[in-house]
């Protein structure tokens, strides 16, 4: 919610300024684990790989010099599956 004027709750997928994320990259690749899992909303499953996520989206936003990100809050597992319903594509 930081620095949203809007819900994530209530909105499933927005747009996140290219300052935004770098704060946020920064403040997480600077947090230890036990201050990572104060951040309101962090599961201990992620609490570790959201380092190394974070550090993954920012290569792939300077090695393809992308200037707008979207964020959706769905998994990735909710798109496999409504591609799947939809037909779009099988598992095979």
Do not use: C, W
Not at 30 to 52: F, N, T, W, Y
């Amino acid at each position: 919610k930081k620095g949203f004027p809007f819900s994530i709750e209530t909105r499933k997928e927005y747009e996140i300024s290219l300052p935004d994320f770098y704060n946020l990259y920064h403040e997480l690749i600077s947090k230890e684990r036990a201050e990572r899992m104060k951040i309101p909303g962090m599961i201990e499953l992620r609490v570790d790989m959201i380092v190394v996520s974070t550090i993954l989206v920012r290569f792939i936003l300077e090695q393809y010099n992308i200037k707008k990100i979207r964020v959706s809050t769905y998994a990735l597992k909710e798109g496999v599956m409504t591609r799947i319903i939809k037909g779009d594509f099988s598992l095979e």
